[in-house]
């Protein structure tokens, strides 16, 4: 059974800079591809960034050159950092394990972590 754990979720000052994890158990991270999701207030569930299991990227218009997505193999575990942070970016995220990767572009899999919040305010 897979089974995500997000941290990192955090008040952060608009332009400050924070980095999400995400656990995971009963898969292998370097194995599979790996997502993380955002939803923000008033706005469906959206990708944020993803990362096949050749190390390839896939980053929203919105987050692209503020972001970098990354697996540890020893920990089991996939990163977010995200700099230059923006009021915009507050919201839920989210990690998802083991969805496909078709075109250069990550595939949503119905294994979830439970979220952590990120909030950017002044």
């Known amino acids: 059974q897979v089974h995500l754990v997000e941290s990192g979720g955090t008040l952060v000052r608009p332009g400050g800079s924070l980095t999400l994890s995400c656990v995971a158990s009963g898969i292998r991270v370097v194995n599979n591809p790996m997502g993380w999701y955002r939803q923000v207030p008033g706005k469906e569930r959206e990708l944020v960034a993803g990362?096949?299991?050749?190390?390839?990227?896939d980053y929203a218009p919105f987050i692209k050159d503020r972001a970098y997505i990354w697996k540890d193999g020893a920990k089991n575990t996939v990163f977010l950092r995200m700099n230059n942070l923006k009021p915009e970016d507050t919201g839920e995220y989210y990690c998802?394990?083991?969805?496909?990767?078709?075109?250069?572009?990550?595939?949503?899999?119905?294994?979830w972590g439970q979220g952590t919040l990120v909030t950017v305010s002044s």
């Open positions: 990362i096949s299991s050749a190390s390839l990227y």
């Open positions: 998802n394990a083991g969805g496909g990767w078709i075109n250069g572009h990550y595939i949503t899999s119905p294994h």
